[in-house]
Structure formats: C-alpha cells, structure tokens
C-alpha cells in the first residue's frame, strides 16, 4: 500500500531479491515535491552513489562546490554535505562498502573524503547513459536488476583491495569501530605506519579514521532508537557521555539530543535494514517497502541487501 497524501517528503522502496554483489544496498528514492532546502546529509561508512534519473538534486560539499544530478560521496563523506535543493526528483542510491567501492569506482575512492563529484565529471557519457536506462523503466524491480547486473559486470572487470585492507575494513566493521589499531597491524605483521598507508589509498580513510566513522554510525542510530545518551557511550567504547558528544558534534555539526531528529537518519531502519528495523523483521515475506516522512505528523557488517519489488508495505511515518 502506498499513501498519497500531500504532506509527504519522499517514498522509498527497497528491494526484496538478493543483490550477487556481497557489501551492496540499494534503495529507491522518490520526492513528493516538497522536500524542503538545505537538508544536512548524516555520514555513514559506505560509500553512496545517488543514480538521479528524474527531477534535481544539488548537493554542497564542506569545500563549498554545489554539484547537480548524479553524484557519489566518499566514506563518510566529511562532516558537513548538504543538499540544497531537491525538486521532484527520482533516484537510486547505491551503498557500496569500501571493498566493493574500490572495484566499482577505482583508485578515485582514496579522493573522495569531504567532497562530492559529479558522476559526469567521474564518468562523462556513461553517467548519463545510467540514468536514461534508469528512467527508462517502469518498475523499481527492474530498475534495481539493471543496476545489480551492471555492478557485477563492473566488479567483474576491476582489481580488488589487498586481501589485508580487506580484512582490516571487516575487523573495524565487525568490532563496531572499538577495535584497536595497533592490535590490527600486529595481526597483520605489518607496522602502524604500513596499514595507515595501504589502508587509506585503497580505502579513502586511514583506519583511526574509519573506526570513528564506524563507531558514530552505531551510536547514533543506537540514540535513534530511544537509548539514552550515557548508556550509548558506554556500549559503543567511547570514554565518556563527553566523548560521544564531541564526535556527534564533529560528525553533524549536532548534539546527541538533536541529531536524532535528522530525516536521513529517520529512514535508515527502512532503506538500509538495520538491525531490529520493520524492514530487517519482515525481510523474509518477501514484499517491499514504501516509507514516506511527513513533516507534520507526530512520530560489511550490513543485513543481507536485497533486489526487486513486488509490492508496496503500509506506510511508515516519523518525526523530522
């Protein structure tokens, strides 16, 4: 079922078959024509290609570029990417975690951290021919097809991270961002100086980095979901409730009091399956899911992605 309301932001449709390509999320995007200006764009460890193929998205990046259309962002992307203007768009977006990124867009990752670029600056007439097929389709099932078959033709054809970064991205992943870095390194035999190096050139951020990135990830979707702030600090490694709001505040330009009513953070549990969401609990009834946010109304280590719709979910709607 979905609302058709005129209060609404944004539908978001997921996908419901497997995605071949392992550290991949995709989501379906599309604005009611209201959403407002300058929405602050949460960080998140993956890297995002957001595959505009209707309406307009203009993004600025913390160096003061706007870009428009299609466009990916780094790891974390840097702490202040806003989108200044989004008028009736339709988009794909594409989470690809580091491994998968450096197969999908080549050493340009290691350029990414605080900035956007352009998918026409990265990859001239392909970036347009991607969003032609994209709009193109009819149903967000197929379109979810066409982008599963072309990452795997693009995986297919690109180098891979060193096995070492690899499992080094895998750890901090796994370990919520709390692993150590020198415990890293003398896994790997190789010196703090040799891991920072390989891992940020093939990655886009050094391991300290990356575990931060991680770590706010988890705590703030740990404050999305009503947990108290000191409880949060405690789970998550960090030294104190002042810790936690020192990298809330670095990360958002927000307090962990504020940062919860984010809208990017409000669909996360929708688009990107994180644990213990309604997308995660009804993952296997096979059905999709349409979110839309109203802004009145009162409100790896990645679950395994998924790829075409079949149908649309009741709506969810949530505070902004």
Not at 16 to 37: E, K, S
Not at 178 to 189: F, K, N, P, S, W
Request: charged share 20%.
């Amino acid at each position: 079922m979905r609302a058709e309301t005129d209060d609404l932001l944004w539908q978001i449709t997921c996908p419901t078959r497997p995605i071949r390509v392992p550290g991949v999320t995709m989501a379906g995007f599309r604005d009611r024509g209201i959403t407002p200006p300058t929405l602050r764009l949460i960080p998140h460890p993956a890297v995002a290609l957001v595959l505009v193929f209707g309406g307009t998205i203009a993004v600025e990046d913390t160096t003061g570029r706007q870009q428009q259309g299609s466009f990916v962002t780094g790891l974390g992307f840097g702490e202040r990417l806003a989108a200044l203007r989004a008028d009736a768009f339709e988009c794909l977006q594409v989470r690809l975690s580091p491994v998968v990124a450096h197969a999908v867009l080549g050493g340009v990752v290691a350029d990414l951290d605080n900035t956007a670029v352009t998918l026409d600056d990265l990859w001239g007439r392909e970036s347009a021919r991607i969003s032609e097929r994209l709009g193109e389709f009819s149903s967000w099932a197929d379109r979810f097809a066409w982008i599963d078959a072309w990452l795997v033709r693009r995986c297919a054809a690109a180098s891979r991270v060193a096995p070492e970064v690899a499992w080094a991205w895998r750890r901090i992943a796994a370990s919520r961002g709390t692993v150590r870095i020198e415990c890293l390194a003398t896994e790997l035999g190789w010196s703090r100086k040799q891991l920072w190096s390989r891992f940020r050139s093939q990655v886009g951020l050094s391991p300290k980095r990356a575990a931060k990135l991680v770590r706010f990830d988890h705590a703030v979707h740990g404050l999305v979901a009503g947990q108290d702030a000191a409880g949060v600090a405690a789970d998550g490694g960090f030294s104190d409730q002042s810790h936690l709001h020192r990298d809330v505040v670095a990360f958002t330009g927000l307090t962990p009091a504020t940062v919860i009513n984010e809208p990017f953070l409000a669909v996360d549990d929708i688009a990107w399956g994180w644990a213990g969401s309604a997308r995660n609990q009804s993952a296997g009834q096979g059905c999709a899911r349409t979110l839309s946010l109203c802004p009145s109304a009162a409100s790896d280590q990645t679950s395994p992605s998924r790829s075409g719709v079949t149908s649309a979910a009741p709506v969810a709607r949530r505070s902004l």
